[in-house]
């Protein structure tokens, strides 16, 4: 797949972008920081050995005990054998106590609420909070003010990231001008400039014409089309799931159906268009059903979800809780039931925080007037590791959703152990029990109905591009 | 040039499309077209050929290069020429062609030339009148005359049509050009590609006999001929392609994507240009590699050409027939 990523603003300058099989995969996140010269690495690129690890690497199915060498932003070396004589003198040294070194979690679905709206979050809390939660890299909605439809902002969002020196940031473009649903925006220009996929973010694109010729469009860059799942006219006024429990609470419901009619009218488009196309956070059991006939037809179709759809259901709304107020809503049991199965047989690729802070301003207020969202950052790894611990996948198989598989979609050069890869890692010891605690939690924002909850598993170090972001305390 | 004898080259009332003509017909108006564009670089450019007929320039859409290149043509073969402007905004289409139709063609013109904004309306007009028509450019459907003056203006130039490789780019989607020059390029054993993102690109044109590209690197690679279509500018803020800045990037023509074609590459555009969205100026006006003049010129020759071809069926055996 990477193989066929282009750089298309190189081609006015007349060279042709590497294609062929042999080529490194392109970083779609656009340019890093200029790799250091010959002479300034000697001087400057720090090493550290991390021995003493549960080495895990969903992407090669790696897990054994070993060591890995970081040399400046890259993974020099690791393996079994490696530092078997011991660590040379003068590399720094960690001992991961036989904890899980793995790739850094790949987060494809963050909102940094920045530009625009910085009192919820910012680009440099968010990637505190990344940090944290053991995420390297942040792929972020395009739902920001102004929305991210313009070469410029996209160069702004990339820049403010490094700058932040937190998480790695990557951003999605708008499909549509303004996410108004209408002209579709500049994709090839913005996928140079650094777009690594392209969605309305928390709005879906309503218009079958417009979703058709920006599909249809993407295809000739083959670009990754992301879309909210959920049919506009038939949700219009909702605030949860329709049920028995929306009926006694007295809130409009948001039928199932109308998630899956939009994918259904989608995986249609992708029968005209041959667009790639991923439908973010799939809530419902018919949803998943939807994306699995697609793939079976060998259709281009993937799909995500996140933590609440399946750690939590609509019961989770309680007495009005606000932030069990999301978009998808939370479903029925049943669903969540599928959305497990989904994970558990690869229907679903990979699994996103669907980081979304809002401050207390957005969320005390009655139950149809909040607005929807959870923040996920830092509770996505030992949200995603209960599946594990409830036997449902195997550990490496799990990551795979948070590493591997959402940077292999997005065409992203992250989420595995490689030599020469970015050593963005995370040592996390899966069984680590834990109360999730909002007290504590680096983002701006506190909107998680997961706090009190008791799970198992953190991360207790991160690197991004070798260099440690985050070492836990206690 | 015998004015009564039975045109037994090209044995048709009308001049409806290229689809459905055979290569001997193409290489005989080409032949024809080809007398004419000598002729009209020459000190006296009348005839007689056409003495007391009348031709009525009959267009439902805006058009000036095309009128005025019908008007001379049938002016140089010493016809009448009547230009009739029909603004169709406000009437109902249907109704109007036929209408129309009927009321011209109880003023006994010989030929008429007609332009119409829906696809199959000029077929349509055709069957309701008793003179020929000639299609000017229906919808999106043909455009014959330009494909055959493109033609003219690639023979003249490379000596032959066969075996040539001819990348048509941009808004295949709207184009009768287009088509009408896939038809002509197909029968006369030339390679077709069409070139454009897939928005611009109609569904199933590969049933058309061409290769699709969807970047200009690869479709333009060892062409004999680029081919530009004219993209509209209200097609190109976010509807079909995002903007005019993003679709010049990828699909203008520039120096740097024509390297992509040999060397000795020409560059045709039907008219008119959008410098700087589907053409760069430079390349545009490049007088050793754009033929854009030449096949304005060429134009009245095929014009020329097509008229003699089908007033020579008139007043024969053949012209019912043919109908």
Known sequence: MTAAKKLPLEFAAGHQAPTGPDSPPAKAGGPKAPAPTADARVASAARTAYIDARLLDPASGLDAPGALLTEGAEI?????????????????????????????????????????????????????????????????????????????????????????????????????????????????????????????????????????????????????????????????????????TSTRLGLVGIPAAAEVIMIERDIRLVELTGARYHVAHVSTAEGVEAVRRAKARGLPVTCDTAPH?????????????????????????????????????????????????????????????????????????????????????????????????????????????????????????PDRPWKIDDKRFLSKSKNSPFDGRPVQGQALRTAVGGRTVFIRED | MDGNAPNRAFAHRHLLGIEGLSADEIIYLLDLADTYFEFNRGPDRKLDMLRGRTVMNLFFE??????????????????????????????????????????????????????????????????????????????????????????????????????????????????????????????????????GPPTLLPPGIERMGVEVHHDMASGLADCDIVMMLRLQTERMHGIFVPSVREYFHFFGLDYAKLAAAKPDALIMHPGPVNRGAEIDTEVADDITRSVIPEQVEAGVAVRMACLEAITRNHSTELEGAAA
Do not use: W
């Open chain 1, 76 to 244: 020099a070396d690791f393996g079994p054998g490696l530092f078997a004589d011991g660590v040379p003198e003068g590399i720094e040294t960690v001992d991961c106590g036989a904890h899980c070194l793995a790739p850094g979690l790949v987060d494809m679905r963050v909102q940094l609420r920045e530009p625009g709206e910085e009192h919820k979050e910012t680009i440099m809390t968010a990637g505190r909070a990344a940090a944290a939660g053991g995420v390297t890299t942040m792929i972020c909605l395009p739902n920001t003010t102004p929305v991210i439809d313009d070469a410029a902002l996209v160069e702004f969002v990339i820049s403010r990231g490094r700058k932040a020196g937190g998480a790695n940031v990557y951003p999605y473009a708008a499909i549509t001008q303004g996410l108004e649903g209408k002209r579709m925006t500049e994709m090839g220009l913005l996928h140079a400039a650094g777009a690594v996929a392209f969605t309305d973010g928390t709005q879906a694109v309503a218009d079958a014409l417009v979703m058709r010729r920006a599909m249809s469009y993407a295809s000739t860059f083959d670009l990754l089309i992301v879309q909210h799942p959920e049919e506009p006219s038939l949700a219009a006024g909702g605030h949860m799931n329709e049920g028995e």
């Open chain 2, 62 to 195: 805006d058009s000036t290069r095309t009128r005025t290149s019908f008007e001379i043509a049938g002016k140089r073969l010493g016809g009448d020429v009547i230009n009739m402007s029909v603004r169709n905004s406000s009437i109902k289409k249907g109704e109007t062609v036929i209408d129309t139709a009927m009321t011209l063609n109880a003023m006994n013109p010989d030929v008429l030339i007609v332009r119409h904004p829906d696809s199959g309306a000029v077929e349509l007009l055709s069957q309701k009148v008793t003179c020929s028509v000639i299609n000017a450019g229906d919808g999106s459907h043909e455009h014959p005359t330009q494909a055959l003056l493109d033609a003219l203006t690639i023979r003249r130039r490379k000596g032959r049509l066969r075996g040539l490789l001819v990348a048509i780019c941009g808004d295949v989607l709207h184009s009768r050009v287009g088509r009408s020059n896939i038809h002509l390029l197909n029968i006369m054993g030339a390679r077709v590609r069409v070139v």
């Open chain 1, 309 to 429: 759809y399946f750690g939590l259901n609509e019961t989770a709304v309680g007495e009005y809780r606000t932030f069990a107020k999301l978009s998808p809503p939370l479903r029925a049991e049943t669903d969540r039931q599928a959305i497990v199965e989904g994970v558990k047989d690869g229907t679903i690729d990979a699994i996103a925080s669907d980081h979304a802070p809002q401050d207390q301003e957005s969320k005390r207020l009655p139950f149809a007037q909040a607005a929807p969202g959870i923040i996920g950052l830092e509770t996505l790894l030992p949200l995603i590791l209960e599946l594990h611990h409830n036997g449902h996948l195997p550990l490496a198989d799990l990551l795979r959703r948070v590493t591997s598989a959402p940077a292999d979609l997005l065409g992203l050069e992250a989420g595995a152990l490689r030599k020469g890869g970015p050593a963005d890692l995370v040592l996390f010891d």
